[in-house]
């Protein structure tokens, strides 16, 4: 289990080149609209409507994207300790998003029961990213973990050891595969590592830092483009998304505990 300094890259090759110039924001719209699957994203805004507030909504996701990250930025710029830690399940070959999104899941829920979680951080704000990489789908969890005090690195250390172990235990429990050299653990400490850290764990739907090919941004343009196959994929992403939470937050991540 690597325990670093924030410096976000690429783990995997990924699938499908992210070409913003290719189709412009307004273009990629009206595609989504008359192709999504799912009802709140294609009624956003129209006829005086609300808008959906959807992740995967090319009018909200963007906006709630920059939301979330000036959000963390906020909290962890005050918080006396932060840790970003990226999540994740091993991809058996050929498995469907919803079976992989399934077991990550599972583990999570295994991981915080009883308020594991809650007993040793003040905070936490768990973004939920998607990628499709040459081993297939790639869903994982980019969490934002804070304390108000200040720690010592090493213990911090020994604190990112503690919330890997346990989640490496909760999926041997489950019967789910996950590596430990999967599982990413980094301290930003400095103000412009914390909010590289907090901007990097938002956005991974759109404008992903980097312009990591593989996210669902990718997969919506390459449909755009005439990509049959794409479109299938971007409907597989809407179908695995229903009914599940693609953001949550912890602690004095809540809006009522920070006064946002």
Known sequence: MPILDFAPSAPQPYLLSLDTETIPPRGLDAFLRDVTTLAKIRECGRYGRRRCTHLLCTRCGPRRQRADASHARSVVAEAGTALLWTATVDTPPGAPLASVWDDLDAAWGALTRRGWLAGRVDGHMRLTGIALSTAGWHPHLHTILVRSRYTPRAEAVDLAREITSRW?????????????????????ETPRQRAAAATYAASQAWGHPGGIAGTPEAVLRAAASGDADALDLWHEIESASHNRRLRAVGGIFRPSETGT
């Open 168 to 188: 490496l235990g909760s999926t041997s429990r489950l019967g789910i595969l996950a590596h430990p050299s999967a599982q990413h653990v980094s301290t930003p």
